[in-house]
């Protein structure tokens, strides 16, 4: 018979780095979640990731367990890694703070393709394209894709 889920809670911690302060603790702890037991597993799974932000997802249900399943760094924070930048620029459609090839935006692409709304390499270029565009990083040259 399955568990009766009692909700979800979204959360964006560093690989390898989960602790019961804020903001793990006090989310998990207003649920009645373990919070040790999450931090240690946590903690297990992401070792080979530490120091990169990582969502995760937590399913907790009625009975206090909980399962969660751990995503893909944001497309933002690999484009600043790729960059070389701390943050994006303050003012994207005047203050360009970086350039990037597509070969690097068909990296993350690719990185990033379970985790995006999307079925094709092409469409997930596009998309990391755009979140670079927001962000103040020019991708350099012409899209090769076959459009």
Not at 70 to 79: G, S
Not at 91 to 116: C, F, G, Y
Request: glycine share 8%.
């Amino acid at each position: 018979m399955a568990k009766e889920v009692a909700g979800q809670i979204k959360l964006q911690i560093k690989g390898g780095a989960a602790n019961p302060s804020p903001p793990v603790g006090p989310a998990l702890g207003s649920k009645g979640i373990n919070i040790m037991e999450f931090c240690k597993q946590f903690n297990a799974r992401t070792q080979e990731k530490a120091g990169k932000i990582l969502p995760v997802v937590i399913t907790y249900y009625a009975d206090k367990t909980f399962d969660f399943v751990v995503k893909t760094p944001p497309v933002a924070i690999q484009l600043l890694e790729v960059s070389k930048q701390k943050s994006g620029s303050a003012e994207p459609n005047r203050k360009k703070i970086s350039e990037i090839t597509w070969d690097q935006v068909k990296a993350i692409a690719e990185d990033k393709m379970v985790d995006l709304n999307c079925f094709t390499v092409d469409s997930a270029m596009r998309m990391v394209a755009g979140t670079a565009r927001s962000m103040g990083i020019t991708v350099k040259g012409e899209f090769p894709g076959n459009n």
